[in-house]
Structure formats: structure tokens, C-alpha cells
């Protein structure tokens, strides 16, 4: 089933007459001429869970917005910057008034005067597809009385949160906050602000289109509706494809995606993200739904919908250590588990791979991600912790296997290129040699 | 304080050469280090008075524009420092001095900011940005190998900044690279060398590879040849974004 997908190739969709020519920004006009409680009550209804992360119900986080007068803001998040995510990419590229729409619907239902679309610096692109149409729904008059811009950032990570992305677009660093106040009653400037991820927001004149109960019946009971699954890493046909949430991970990964090369076995995936702790290639994990619920209880999360399959051919510790290092880069500084720990499990996974490490080094390691999680603002130093911590969970054995055979490299490389077996070197000359 | 030899270990080779040219402290980096007393006797930089402080007509227009769109000027420092940025090559005192006059702040704040984010230089760079993404997808997919080979084509021709990416959001067609802000992928290492001498030509970079042209992954894997018609949703919006003033280089 194709919602969001459907005929997006479609050639000039992105202009404003073609979009219009397939009953495009009908859906706003009815949402403008409804009551506001009663938009909120259709995606209330709907059940439509975010789609950027932590699959908090939209309609209920809609709620907690204070009613009546005042600046209010809605923020579109469309810092896509989840490693193995590009969805939104896509998405706004080939349907940007769709999400103008959306935003329209959104700011109606909870009465914001402001809107803003956070992108991505990197898409550039994007970006100026975004700004045109804007500039072609504002000359015709669709927006009305909101304040709405596309605010381009310059490349961080930490600003696809919540709280940081706030801090961004108020021109600072991007450091998160504390929570609560949660941004719905104390967000931009200190206003009331509803933040939602892109492909959330483009859901909403769709909820508006069928109504909120019909939409409903799509997908499983507590995961309603599609989703669009970015697919990458080694699978023969990576991109994204639009499913119903519920249809099995095998299908995903085989069925739509064509699986890993030829004569490889998927080793391990990540169900959503680089931030989901992955689940082994075994036919337990990939036979589980493809939803919310179902992935939780297998030990994981759908995060932001983005599978990156690893398959047999690749060390588990190559896979690690780009992970471990992607966060480190990454982790804004603020709070000191996050910073040190993100760094010194960089450094214990470099001895690991130079052969340095000792067998204690994976149980430190484990303490250091126990000592992360839940106690920073934000959750990037959990992003990296759970990955990391499932992966020694499941391939316990292959980290330790690489750790003798890189210690034995070691030992051989410090003996030099033409050294013969053990017992016709003398140990302590060879030794004292490498010191002078 | 005398220019030392070119650093080739921030990143690209040439952009060493260039960032050379910007002083070093005698212990080798570009700031003071952190046991060397500040001067307390030197004030604070101070906002930059905007009779002294000359902006470029086409700046001072987009910074105005920025800081009038949302309801706490201060939002739009991001937006400007990108805008300075694209004028001058990269955030150089100067740069940093004229959006710190027309926004009213001050130098050390902007500073602060402008070092948080990655697209931001620091120090000189060539003319052509080519960030090439060697996150989990694209490196499962060799993206490593092509970094260097992208470094091997440009060799030292200053005019290349080339720089290994966190995931530019572009898995389905890794190994890729972002040039010049034009997505193209996935790449082989024969067409690093291509790339390089396209970008010299003048010429658009890999069209046939471009990431716009491409329709979603169900069309584009059921249909036998690869279509190179249109991108969707591209051409047609370049020429209205000069209304935003955020048009293409």
C-alpha cells in the first residue's frame, strides 16, 4: 500500500500546478475550515505514531500544547541525520508542498503562528526545492497568516533532537536542554512548540483525506499506518520502499531489498538506525513485524525506519568501530558520560583491533555503556551505547577470537619480518633489541 | 610567529597548503594553547561599529532578510554565517566581523557557534567541496577506498577541499559524495579521477550519476535501463530560489 509514495515520480509534482491538479492542498482548505479540536481529533484518532525517532504519538504530543492565544511555534525536524536514514531526502525532494501542507494542517490544529522547517545543511539541494515552493505557496496564498521559513543548519548531528535543534534555531550551539520543561510548553523562545519529524507531518493531510479512523485501520493496532524504510548497507537493491507497518523484516530485507549478495548470509541488521541495538540475521529476529511494538519486544527499536544490513563477509569490529567513532565525532560535550564515554570506547575498541586488549576489555567496555545510558540530557550517548552493547551481547565470541588473533599479529610483528618459529628465537634479546 | 610547513593530516592534502597560510603559534596549533595566559589587559572584542565595519552590498541585503524573519534576530546567525561564508570561501575574520556588525553581536559569540558546526571553515579552502560520506552504509560498501581515491586524484591542486563526511543521508546510492552540494553515487574508484577533472573543465559532476535524477527504488530496480531524463523536482526550482536568496552557487 502506497500512501505517501504514491506516484511521487509523477514529472513536476514539485510545482504547485501539478500538485494542485491531483487534489493537492484541498486538504488544508478543510482543515482551515474546521474547528481546530476537531483536526486535533482526527489525528488524535489516527493514532499515527513519530516518525523521526521515538514513536511518540503525534496527536497525543499535539495535545499537550496549551490552548487559546499566544505565539505558538511548530517545528518541522527535517535534521535527517541518523546514519542509514533518507527518507525525508526523498520525500521532500519529490513532494515538497505535501509537507507544506501538512504543516498547514499541523499549525491549524494547534494554533501556531510560526512554523519553521529545520533542514539539513548538507541538503543544499533540497533545501532550494523547499524554498521554491514555499515562495509559490505563499504568492498563492495558501499559508495565510503563518510565519513560515526554511532554516538551513551546517552539519551536526546532535541538532536532529529535539531540544538541540531549538538551540540551534535560535542561533546558538547546538547543546540539548534539560527535560522537562518539555518543548511543548516551554520550547522555541520559551513558547509553546509542537516539533515533528517530516515524514509525520506529510501524513497529516493524508489523515485528513481518509479520517482519522479509517486511516486507523491500516498497519497493526498500536503502530497505525505506512512507513517508509530506507534499506542500505549489503543488500542487492538498497533504497527506500514504503510498507505497512506489521509486514515481516524478512520481507523487507529479501523481498523488497533482494538480500545480501550472492553467496553471503545477512550477519546482523539494524532496524532502525544506527541508534537501534541490532538484531542477528538468525530466522527468530527476522521473522518479527515490522512495527513499534514488535521490535521493543525483540530487544530493539524502529527508530527512524532505517534498515542497514551487515551480512557475513563484514568483521563485527569494523562495524563497531565506525559506529562507536561516527558518535564520538558526533556527541556535543555537554554532558561528561556521553563525552568520555563515546571516546573511551573508541579507544578500547582500537586495542581490541591492534591486538592490545586483555578479555577484561569487553566487560569494561559493557560498565562504560551501562554508565551512559540514562544519565545525559539527551540520548546520543545511548545511541551509541545500545549498538555497541548488543553487538558484544550476540558476537561476544567473534570479538574475542578477533582480540587473540590480533594479539598474536602483534607478537609476531614485534619479532620481526624473518623471525622463525618460537622456540629457535631467544624472547629477551629480541626484546631489548626493539628497545634500542 | 612564522608560517610553518603545510599539515597534511587535517583532511585533504591541498587544503593543508592553504590552511598554511593562516599563522601558527609556536607550540604548532592555531589557537592559544591552554596554559598560555590570556592577555588580560587586551578588552574583550566589542560588537563591531557598522560605520567602520564595510559590508558587501549583496551580504548586507540576505543578512537583513534573515534576521527579519523570525521573531529573535539572534536565529539567523546560522543562515548569515553560511551566507558569509559562500561570499568570502570561508569564515575568515573579516567574514566573521561583518556578520558581528550587521547582527549586532559580538565576534567571540559567533565564533563559538560557527566552531560547532562542520560545514563551517576555519581556514582557507579551494573553490570546489567535495564531502565524501564514509559512515556504517557507505563504508560497507567500500567508501574508504574511494576517499583516497578521491585524495590521490586531486593530489595538491589547492583547489580541491576534500573532506570525509558523517552520513550525508544518501545510503541508497553509496558510495557517494556530496560536490559542491550535488549528490552523485554510487561512485567507482575509476571515477574519482573523472570527477576531479570535471569539476576543472567546468563541467557538471558525473550527470549520469546524479542522485536527482533518480526515481524512488521500486521504479528504479524493475526498470532494465537506467532513465537520465529530468531530475525530479530539480532544474525548475533553481530559478525561483533567487526570490530566497539562497540560489546556487
Redesign the interface.
Known sequence: MELLFDNIDEPGLHTLDVYRARGGWDMAARALAMAPEDVLGELQASGVRGRGGAGFAMGTKAGFLPKGEGDKFLVCNADESEPGTFKDRELMQKNPHLLLEGIVVAAHAVQANNAFIYIRGEYDYVADILDASLTEAKAAGLIGELNCWVHRGAGAYICGEETALLDSLEGKRGNPRLKPPFPAVQGLYQGPTLINNVETLMNAPIIMRMGGAEYAKIGTERSTGTKIVSVSGCVQRPGNYEVTLGTPTREIIYDLAGGPPEGTDVKFFFPGGSSAPVLPGTDEYLDVPYDFDALQEAGSMLGSGAIIVVDTSVPVLDVALKTAKFYRHESCGKCTPCREGTNWTVKMLERIETGQATPMDLDIMASVCDNIIGHCLCVLGDAMAMPIGSMIKHFRAEFEEHMDRAQLAATEMSRGPHAGPYDSVDPVGEATAELV | MSLSEPDVDRGGRAQGRLAALVRRYEHGSRVPGWDEAADLDKDPAVVPDPATTPVPEGLSGLFEDYMG????R??????C??AAQRHHGWLSPTAIEQVAASMALTPGYLI???T?????EHAPVGPHTI?VCT???C???GADKLYEAMLDAAGDDIAFNIRS????????I?PMA?VN???VGPMTLEEAPTLVKQLRDGAEPLPDKQL?RR???????ASGERPTG?P???R???G??A??N???E
Open positions: 524573519r523570525y521573531p529573535d539572534r536565529s539567523a546567525s546560522i543562515p554565517l553560511r563559538a557557534v560557527a560547532f558546526y562542520d560545514m563551517f564531502y559512515n556504517i552504509s563504508s560497507l560498501r563526511f558523517e552520513c550525508l543521508g544518501a545510503c541508497d553509496a556530496s552540494g550535488v549528490y536527482r526515481p524512488i527504488a521500486r521504479t528504479w530496480w529530468e525530479a523536482g530539480g525548475g526550482a533553481e525561483q530560489t526570490a530566497n539562497e540560489g546556487e
